[in-house]
């Protein structure tokens, strides 16, 4: 992570460093690993960067230790160890872009493909995708898709006989009253450079991900897919809802869906997606939640390196329940529990969260007396809402980065934790974010749900084991 770190975050890298110095001291005491009294300076001269000499001396010994103990420690710390080695394995590449944290990715190496190239601008975000992979860091391109495309020929090498290309470009432009050419909406340039830069890989298989409203110009995105990669893609655009299969959240997405390969069709792929809806047995919000330690609503404002067991820990040592939804969601065992904290509420709020019922919003008459939006309650209705346990949960957005007053725990007083989120967003257990605690749920929000995009990689992935070039 040191390398990370200096590579995409020089104006804060000293505060990186010591977050990472203090994850590592607690994980390293959590697994009774003592730290070497002798060591080595591991790392080049230049990764002191803003360190003082106490500083560099603590992280050059704590990654000493991790690595004279590297049969000792488990997935998480391991994680911590930075990812030198590259990757000989090239088959069934995807490059993903606009990558976020990595929920689709992670759907797509759950159905077989091995990530190649990473693009992503916010390096917040990249932070959680790198943290959780072993792809060497000259596999990440963090910055602007523009500059990628600018500068295809430097990074060519990465896009040699591509299987698949991924990604959900933010679109603002797709709204049903824009009768504007979707090209030519100033708000559109990342789609555009999405195109440019899957014209110029040419995969045999592409994805992108995007809002409901794509639906309503699904004629002209697909003349603007032809238009831009070419005639040789069979294209076809579907919209599917998480909870058709088996995913407790009602969220609706569209894909669209492209193939190269002239025995298939894109058709055939999206006909064999739909055939994989669940009509019975789905799981529910209560299923996500189960299992998880009770917490309390944060009373403390600014506090946010603040842990202990009622609000909850980034990191703690808690045996995870074996569930029918843990099965699901989970290929590796952890004995770790991550991002399951709370966050500050006011006390209004938090009585606020404790009077209504399930599936009660900002309307209801239990809160009237202490609802501080009366007068404007027909634009502020869904200001408050408590989830039903025994429902799908509604859509979990970036907006929670702001607050979770729409997304209030069915059964306790306080807002869903990330952890809670993410597992709601089919993200594993043993999937850690990694930043500033509001950041998590920006990144978990923005994110495919990972076991939707497990299906639909594995109905592409079918395709391509009996095609493999």
Known sequence: MVKFYYNFFQKNYKSKILQLITDIEKLLALENIKVCSEYDIIYEKKYISTLNEKQWQRVNQLHYTLDKNRKKLSPTLLKFINKDKKKSNKNFSFVDTFAGAGGLSLGMENAGFNPIFINEIEPRFLESYYFNRELPLNNYFCDDIKKLVKNHDKYKHHFQNIDLFIGGPPCQGFSMANRQPILDDPRNE??????????????????????????????????????????????????????????????????????????????????DILKDKITTNSFKLKDALEGLPILMPKRIKNASKLENVEIGFKFRNYPIEETSYMKFLNTHKTDYLTNHMTR????????????????????????????????????????????????????????????????????????LSPRESARIQTFPDDYVFMGANNSWYAQIGNAVPVKLAEVIGKNIMKYLGENNE
């Open 190 to 271: 990342l789609y555009k450079y999405y195109l440019e830069l899957l014209h110029l890989i040419q995969p045999k298989f592409f994805i992108m991900e995007n809002v409901k409203g794509m639906m309503n110009k699904s004629d002209e995105i697909k003349q603007d897919f032809h238009k831009k990669v070419g005639e040789n893609y069979s294209i076809e655009i579907v919209l599917l809802n998480a909870k058709n299969f088996n995913i407790p959240q009602n969220r609706e997405r569209v894909f669209v869906i492209g193939s190269r390969l002239k025995n298939v069709d894109a058709s055939q792929i999206v006909n």
């Open 344 to 415: 500050y509420n006011n006390d209004r709020d938090i009585e606020i969260f404790s009077r209504l019922p399930q599936g009660a919003n900002s309307l209801h008459e239990s809160i009237e007396d202490i609802m501080p939006y009366k007068s404007r309650n027909h634009m502020f209705k869904d200001k408050y809402f408590k989830l039903n346990e025994d429902e799908n949960s509604k859509t979990i957005t970036s907006h929670m980065k702001h607050d979770c007053n729409m997304y209030i725990h069915p059964t306790q007083a306080r807002g």
